[in-house]
């Protein structure tokens, strides 16, 4: 059965001011000390919670019929139903409608939120606002997001420094430049960093930077 | 004949250069006219002092003066946070959980063994006591660090965002485990701390700040991706106010009365708008800079105000200010997918440092032009000076605000 969500604005609701606010959560790997939120990626878990705020308070909803819907398909519904788990598609690229309703009041309008499924991501971290650099050696670092990990031990790296493999390192996370004496100043190092996880070939992400040596 | 004719063009010739003379002068000795955009092409911000001006800047953003300002490195060494304790020194967490204090160049480490895979780190309103959260994977660990007995003790609280009280030993903290789900709040100073549960509530990426010592602020985690709403609990009064709703990317720093917060909104795939709001979530001014929130702290000044009687006597009142770091080029920003690009680590800034007049929006100079290069994170104000993590060093440093 499919079922579209109301999406009309409740006159009732608008004069009482009753929200719902809907919150989403997805567990895949971010570095610690990140603040911003994690995003699903393609197959990734997600957990939704709704609550009901009106009058400055947080409303009592657990003998509220509570449904849920994903891009306008009930997917799960019942009675305090405030929490739900559902699985990004297999497609990284696309987004999630969810929706939520509570059909027995009026005076809450249905919320929705769009949940992003984005592809893993790597990222170079180089701190040289200007692209410059000096010095003898300098230390990059990648940062792995959005992978379907629980740490970044389960994934593997792959370095490449002006097209040359750079020699191991103890944390394959970071690489180690040395400049050569002598390096005209504006010689360009183009990076190159691969992210990859092993138990699952879909899931790579590529990150290319190019930063300058500045004598 | 000749003669006549000769006088009559010497006559001529006189006039005609103190015409021209008067004329160079007024315009030589004219102010000039408001400079319109600074050198870096930031609006709504004043130029550096002894800049040309340039035209296209916006009004209404007479400069400040600067005062020379001091730029100084604290601690040699990589920190992830810090705090400044009530004598001035500086308490520093390194990468690796070892606790530093800093005072007058002497450094003394507290705790030399390392806290394994640290996650975060947030200190007590004193800087007496630290709470890090460790671990591996999704399983973390939290444990209290006493700066004055130098000991750890394990804290067996399961929590998946916390933050302290302004102004004793308790800690707001979100669990969304077991079957009540909620902020709770534990007294740390107390001898044997039980968590109290303070609002009920399931939600999902929570973070929490505590400005003031009623009101405990709480939102999500934001993405340029997705909206998020932002609201402040009373516990006095045990009423819920939204301070923010649906907005993309909502970062947002707040005063302590919570009234006046500083709000960033997304603009989506790049860029976005800094926002004055009241506590009531409503825009109160644009500010025409692009910067995060978390680049920027409130202060209060006071300020002599004439009484309304005869009499030469003055009031004082306390003027509210930001101190915000501003990337020098705007374009890093206005590109980039904030604030999820620089949360990353995607995206760095070269900023400079202005001080916003809450009330009337007028920007000043503090820290302009050619110097260090700083990109400012999780700024403090104390005493006079701006406090801050250079995200480009992982080092702290400190502005000296007036005149030393």
Known sequence: ?215 | MIKRLIYALAILLAIALIIAGGYFLRTWLAEPEAPQTGPSGVSGLPLPPGTPPAPGQLPGTPATPAVPQKLSLVADVEAVAFAIDQSGAAILVQPDGQIVRVSKNQSEVFNSSPVPNLKSVGFSWDAKMVLVAFGVDTKTQYSVFDVAKKAWSPLAIEASAYAWSPNDGRLVYYSSQGSSPGIYIINLAAAKPVPQKTLSFSAQDITLAWTTADKIIFGEQPTSYSRGSLFVFDQKTKALSPLAEDTLGLVSTWNQAVNTGLVFRSGGQSGGDLLLTNGRGGVTKELGVLTLPSKCVFGSEPQPTPSSTSTPKTATTNREFLLCAVPQNRQVFSSSRLPDAYLKREVFSSDDVYKIDVQSGEVGAILVGDHQEIDVDAPRLVQNKLFFLNRLDKKVYALSLGAD
């Open chain 1, 1 to 215: 059965m499919v079922v579209v969500a109301a999406a009309v604005a409740n006159p009732a609701a608008a004069q009482t001011g009753g929200s719902l606010w809907l919150t989403w959560h997805t567990n895949t790997y971010a570095p610690p000390g990140f603040t911003g939120k994690a995003l699903p990626t393609a197959d990734s878990e997600i957990a939704a919670s709704v609550e009901a705020i009106s009058g400055g308070k947080v409303l009592d909803i657990s003998k509220e019929m509570i449904r849920w819907y994903v891009d306008s398909t009930i997917t799960e519904y019942g009675v305090g139903k405030k929490n739900i788990n559902l699985r990004a598609p297999g497609v990284a690229g696309t987004k999630i409608i969810l929706t939520v309703e509570l059909p027995g009041r009026d005076d809450l309008l249905p919320k929705t939120a769009e949940v992003p499924v984005v592809r893993p991501e790597a990222v170079v971290d180089a701190p040289y606002p200007s692209g410059f650099f000096s010095g003898e050696k300098i230390v990059l670092q990648v940062h792995p997001f959005f992978f379907n990990v629980a740490s970044l031990a389960d994934l593997s790296s792959s370095w490449k420094i002006n097209d040359s493999v750079p020699e191991g390192s103890a944390n394959p996370d970071r690489v180690e430049i040395n400049m050569a004496p002598g390096t005209a100043d504006g010689f360009p190092v183009n990076v190159v960093v691969s992210l990859r996880n092993p138990l699952n070939t879909l899931e790579s992400a590529t990150k290319k930077t190019t930063l300058f040596y500045r004598r």
